[in-house]
C-alpha cells in the first residue's frame, strides 16, 4: 500500500523524518517539506522505502551518482551543499546542547579534497551464483554491484577492477570477502579479508593477479601475498610504511586539516602526548617542534611510526603499545606532558578522559570522529575543571552523516 507522507526535517542520520502520525517515520533521500510516497519495510515498523517525491524541496539537487540511492555509502547527494552543511554543523550543536555543553562552533570546514583515499569493497555471492562486488545496500547486507564510485580519490583508480578479478579467483572459495583498498605514493595496497586458509596454487593466482593489477602491496588478513613496492604515505616530513589494515584518515585533506588544527591548539608546548596515535599523522607533524609521547595499542601502526620517527630534523618521538581503554595514562604519568592529544575510535575515550579530569595538564586537544561519545567525554573534563574553547567541525565523509571534531580545553 502507498502512504503519503510529509517530511519534517532531516534526522541525525541522514534520512527525512515525518511526523504526522504522531511518531517518527523515517525515509531516506527526503528533504524538509517535501511531500513523498514511500511503502512499508517489513520488519521496519518506523522506516519506509521511497517510491516517489510528489513535491520536491527548492533545496533538492540532482544526485551525481547512478548508484545513489541504491548504494549504502552516501546518505545525502541530492540536497544544495550549503542546506547540507548547515544540517551536519546541526547535529554537533544539538548533541552538544543535549550534554549541556556550551561553547562556540566554527563553521564546518569541507576537507573532502581529492575524495576517499581508502574504500572497502565487499564481494558476495548474489543469486543464480552471480558474483557481486561493490557497497552495501542502505540498511541491508545486499551488495549493490559497483563499477565506479565517484566519491573516491584518483589514487583508487583501479582499486575496483582488482577488486572484482581477485573476487573472481576467489569465488571457488564461496567466502564473503572483503577487499579494503588504499591509495599509496607507490599505488595501490590491497588487504583481503575472509577468504579463510587457501591453498598455494591459489595464493599464487592472487599473486599473478597483483603483478596484472600493478597493486603496491596484496596482503591476506595482513599477510604478504606480494609487495611490488612498499606501500608509503607522506605524513609531514616523514614516509610512513603502512601496515596492512592499520587507521588511516578518511581523505588527504582531511589528515592535513586535523593535524593543522592539532598543531595550532598545541601551541608552544614542549612536550605533546599524542594518544591513539596511530601510524602518526600527529605525532609526526607535532615532532617538528615538541618531543612526543605516542600511544596506541595497535602493534603494527606503533612499529611503523617507530620507524618514520627516524626522519632527519624531527625531535624524540617515543612511541609505546598501549591499551589505553584498560590502561589509560594516570596523572602520575602526565606530570611531564605540557599538552595532550587524543583521538579515540567511535567508542570515544571514557577510562582517559577520566584520569585527564583528574590531572593537571594544562592543555588538551580532543580530536573524534563521533559527536556523541565526544560529548560524553568532554563532558567529564568540563565536570574536572577544564574549559572548554571553541569546537571546530571537519567533514572528510562528504556526503554522509559522519564529522570530525577539534577542541581545545585549558586549565
Ligand atoms: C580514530 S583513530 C586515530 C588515529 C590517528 N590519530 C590518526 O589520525 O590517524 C583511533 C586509533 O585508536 C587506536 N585504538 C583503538 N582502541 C584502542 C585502545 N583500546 N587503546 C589504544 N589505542 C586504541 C586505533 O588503533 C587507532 O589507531
Not at 216 to 243: K, S
Amino acid at each position: 500500500m502507498v502512504e503519503r507522507l510529509i517530511i519534517d526535517h532531516v534526522g541525525h542520520r541522514g534520512d527525512g523524518v515525518s511526523l504526522a502520525s504522531g511518531e517518527a517515520l523515517y525515509v531516506p533521500y527526503t528533504l524538509a517539506g517535501e511531500t513523498v510516497e514511500t511503502a512499508a519495510i517489513p520488519g521496519h515498523p518506523d522506516r519506509r522505502k521511497l517510491l516517489a517525491v510528489e513535491t520536491a524541496s527548492r533545496e533538492r539537487i540532482a544526485p551525481f551518482c547512478p548508484h545513489f540511492g541504491v548504494c549504502g555509502g552516501c546518505a545525502i547527494q541530492h540536497w544544495q551543499p550549503a542546506h547540507y552543511q548547515a544540517w551536519k554543523r546541526n547535529i554537533v550543536i544539538e548533541t552538544l546542547r543535549a550534554a549541556r555543553i556550551e561553547c562556540e562552533l566554527a563553521p564546518l570546514i569541507d576537507a573532502h579534497g581529492t575524495g576517499r583515499r581508502r574504500a572497502t569493497f565487499h564481494a558476495r555471492m548474489g543469486t543464480h551464483d552471480i558474483l557481486r562486488v561493490g557497497f552495501s545496500a542502505a540498511n541491508s547486507h545486499d551488495i549493490v554491484p559497483i563499477d565506479r564510485c565517484p566519491i573516491l580519490d584518483p589514487g583508487l583508480d583501479g582499486a575496483l577492477e582488482a577488486a572484482w578479478a581477485l573476487a573472481e579467483a576467489l569465488k571457488p572459495t564461496g567466502k564473503p570477502l572483503d577487499i579494503q583498498a588504499t591509495a599509496t605514493s607507490n599505488g595501490l595496497d590491497v588487504d583481503i579479508r575472509g577468504s579463510g586458509p587457501l591453498p598455494p596454487p591459489r595464493i599464487a593466482a592472487l599473486s599473478r593477479l597483483a603483478e596484472q593489477h600493478r597493486l603496491a602491496r596484496l596482503t591476506r588478513h595482513g599477510e604478504l601475498v606480494l609487495m611490488r613496492d612498499a606501500p608509503v604515505v607522506t605524513m609531514g616530513t616523514a614516509q610512513v610504511t603502512l601496515p596492512p589494515g592499520s587507521f588511516l584518515q578518511a581523505t588527504v585533506q582531511g589528515e592535513e586539516t586535523l593535524a593543522q588544527l592539532v598543531m595550532e591548539r598545541t601551541g608552544k608546548a614542549k612536550h605533546v602526548a599524542d594518544l591513539f596515535c596511530g601510524v602518526g599523522p600527529f605525532a609526526l607533524r607535532l615532532a617538528t617542534r615538541a618531543r612526543v609521547t605516542a600511544m596506541d595499542n595497535d602493534t603494527g601502526s606503533i612499529a611503523a611510526l617507530q620507524k618514520a620517527a627516524g626522519t632527519p630534523g624531527l625531535k624524540p618521538i617515543k612511541a609505546e603499545t598501549r591499551d589505553l581503554f584498560r590502561r589509560p595514562l594516570m596523572p602520575p604519568e602526565l606530570r611531564e606532558i605540557d599538552a595532550v592529544v587524543f583521538d579515540p575510535p567511535r567508542q570515544g575515550a571514557q577510562a582517559q578522559a577520566k584520569q585527564l579530569a583528574a590531572s593537571k595538564v594544562p592543555v588538551i586537544v580532543a580530536v573524534s570522529c563521533n559527536v556523541t561519545t565526544f560529548a560524553r567525554d568532554i563532558r567529564m573534563l568540563l565536570d574536572g575543571g577544564y574549559k572548554l574553547e571553541t569546537v571546530v567541525p571537519v567533514d572528510q565523509f562528504r556526503h554522509t552523516p559522519h564529522v570530525e571534531l577539534v577542541a581545545r580545553l585549558v586549565r
